[in-house]
């Protein structure tokens, strides 16, 4: 498997309550992403970056926020908690997405959120 | 964004049966259509992907067919076994990112 972790695993939370979730690659990947897993929703993107810095919205970016000061970290934050965010959260990384090259996404092994 | 159509969301086959998994798209200009796989309580994992300039392409007991004209590719399984149980997402890229379909729950019973 690749190198990448996802912290913490799990975490319950209050609504209205700052939460960061940590994506963390050893790959020097240039491509990660934000994903959120619900059922009967399959996978949405909430955000993902294509290097330092550089960060894009995905079909489900209200109330998500990224940052990616460095190559190896990617961190999601919810500025304010609310019931409707408990999810499982998935980071993913990837070398080449989406420039014809060696393509594969490999998952992290996914955060479980609650907010109550 | 893209608009990604997977059906059915729930299947059932028997041991040694085919299964057949559609997936639709919106846009014309998608050009990469890969599979993924998710086991129970697992991470998703690429199992086969497809290029617009192939219309399919076979990995031992899984295939993958691609419609450009319709705008539809599919994965099948044959000979299936009960390690093939997963839940199974079609994807289609959007620029640099993957665009899922909501997934099918793929049941092989003995």
């Known amino acids: 498997d690749a190198g990448i972790t996802q912290s913490p695993r799990h975490k319950v939370t209050e609504t209205g309550t700052p939460v960061t979730l940590r994506c963390h690659q050893t790959?020097?990947?240039?491509?990660m992403y934000w994903y959120r897993q619900d059922p009967g929703h399959g996978l949405r993107l909430i955000h993902y970056?294509?290097?330092?810095?550089?960060?894009d919205k995905g079909e489900v970016s209200d109330g998500y926020s990224v940052s990616r000061s460095k190559t190896e970290d990617f961190l999601l934050t919810l500025e304010s908690a609310t019931s409707s965010q408990t999810s499982v959260y998935f980071c993913?990384?990837?070398?080449?997405?989406?420039?014809?090259?060696?393509?594969?996404?490999?998952f992290g092994s996914g955060t479980q959120l609650s907010v109550l | 964004g893209e608009n990604v159509e997977q059906h059915p969301s729930t299947l059932s086959v028997q041991e040694g049966d085919s299964a057949v998994i559609k997936c639709t798209y919106s846009?014309?200009?998608?050009?990469?259509f890969p599979w993924y796989k998710q086991e129970l309580g697992k991470r998703p994992q690429l199992i086969i992907d497809?290029?617009?300039?192939?219309g399919e392409k076979k990995d031992q007991r899984i295939a993958v067919t691609l419609n450009k004209t319709a705008k539809h590719f599919s994965l099948h399984i044959t000979e299936t076994q009960p390690e093939d149980s997963a839940v199974y997402f079609c994807?289609?890229?959007?620029?640099?990112?993957?665009?899922f379909g909501k997934g099918t729950s793929l049941l092989v019973t003995p």
């Open positions: 994807a289609v890229l959007s620029g640099y990112a993957l665009n």
């Open positions: 970056s294509y290097g330092v810095k550089d960060t």
């Open positions: 846009d014309s200009a998608s050009n990469y």
């Open positions: 497809i290029r617009s300039n192939v």
């Open positions: 790959e020097n990947h240039r491509y």
């Open positions: 993913a990384i990837s070398e080449s997405l989406g420039s014809g090259g060696y393509e594969k996404l490999f």
